[in-house]
């Protein structure tokens, strides 16, 4: 069974920034539109931004202007790098297919961004 695999998360200090790595056991389920979603406390998971196979990319406006997806095609990860962390970015991230898989779903990383 596919699953993808995250890293890259820590406890983060407002205004702070963290870059999360996304890979996965079988890594031709990276070849298509790929997002990364987070679920904080209490929340229900939510995405946070998407990027197409010719990197093409969407954010959602949370993450506008602080956030970064990319891919790495030699290295088969897609990554994220979030600028200006702040206390409601706190959450569990996952990368997932776009629109996202039931069955793929990682255990995610977590990011806490505290004081």
């Known amino acids: 069974q596919v699953q993808f695999v995250e890293s890259g998360g820590g406890l983060v200090e407002p205004g702070e920034s963290l870059s999360l790595s996304c890979s996965a056991s079988?890594?031709?389920?990276?070849?298509?539109?790929m997002g990364w979603y987070r679920q904080a406390p209490g929340k229900q998971r939510e995405l946070v931004a998407s990027?197409?196979?010719?990197?093409?990319?969407h954010y959602e406006d949370f993450a506008w202007g602080r956030f970064i997806i990319s891919r790495d095609r030699d290295d088969h990860t897609v990554s994220l790098y979030m600028t200006d962390l702040r206390p409601e970015d706190t959450a569990v991230y996952y990368c997932?297919?776009?629109?996202?898989?039931?069955?793929?779903w990682g255990q995610g990383t977590q990011v806490t961004v505290s004081p």
């Open positions: 079988e890594t031709f389920h990276l070849l298509t539109t």
């Open positions: 997932n297919n776009s629109p996202p898989r039931d069955d793929f």
């Open positions: 990027i197409t196979w010719s990197e093409i990319r």
